[in-house]
């Protein structure tokens, strides 16, 4: 088994590490990140030549999750974190578990369990886990809203990006039209055709032909001018702009 490791702090590092081979001394674990940009960078670089990816969320670069908004990740991970508030989003990716730090060697003898018994059985010939559970999911081609008393059906195509306000969520069409919709924006990108659509920031997500084009905003910051009218800025997070530019560039 081939393992990658995602963490910031040198002693969880550590304690994981310890606990992954006490499991199984024969396991590789052939990297160790401690940042979302590291990761994309290699996972970009290099072939997908593992099985399995432990991960914690808070990483000094932003979550964990924008690593699924940046690159097509087709692994099953298995997240350590210190915050439980997480758990839901995380079963939203390819999360086979969930543990709470401090782990303990039960808790991660458990979670490769869970793994070796979930791959034998869902897998067959060259498919992976990750790889079935990705087919169950299905892109939204259309999304209901609700208007007063009337519900209305908008095809995704005609959506021009959505964004987050407090705990609400709003979908922008193309004419200009506004609708609260009943998602929030995890539940949205896991959902959406990500060569049409790209998560910017904590925000927004934006539609390719939406963008009238991209500005300077910052040093390392851009800034989206949008065909549709909308208040404030929409400024592309530091942690994505790399990611921002291959999409923008059809890789």
Do not use: C
Request: positive net charge.
């Amino acid at each position: 088994m081939k393992i990658i490791i995602v963490e910031d702090e040198i002693p969880a590092l550590e304690k994981l590490e310890h606990y992954i081979l006490q499991y199984d001394a024969t396991i590789t674990i052939v990297a160790r990140f401690s940042s979302i940009s590291d990761t994309v960078t290699w996972m970009k670089d290099k072939n997908n030549d593992f099985d399995i990816a432990f991960m914690d969320i808070q990483l000094s670069d932003g979550l964990s999750f924008d690593i699924f908004d940046q690159i097509n990740f087709n692994k099953p991970v298995i997240f350590v974190t210190a915050f439980d508030e997480y758990a839901i989003d995380a079963f939203k990716t390819n999360s086979i578990d969930y543990l709470l730090k401090p782990i303990r060697f039960t808790d991660v003898s458990k979670a490769l369990n869970k793994y070796k018994n979930f791959k034998t059985y869902l897998s067959s010939g060259n498919v992976d886990l990750a790889s079935k559970v990705k087919k169950l999911k299905k892109i939204k081609d259309r999304f209901l809203v609700r208007l007063g008393n009337h519900i209305h059906s908008i095809q995704t195509k005609d959506i021009a990006l959505f964004y987050a306000e407090g705990r609400d969520v709003f979908l922008v069409t193309f004419p200009g039209k506004k609708f609260i919709l009943d998602f929030n924006l995890e539940n949205l990108i896991q959902v959406l055709d990500k060569k049409v659509f790209f998560r910017i920031s904590r925000t927004y997500i934006v539609n390719l032909e939406a963008i009238e084009n991209v500005v300077v905003y910052s040093s390392n910051r851009l800034k989206i001018n949008a065909k549709v009218k909308i208040d404030g800025d929409i400024i592309i997070s530091r942690s994505r702009v790399s990611g921002f530019k291959n999409w923008f560039d059809g890789n």
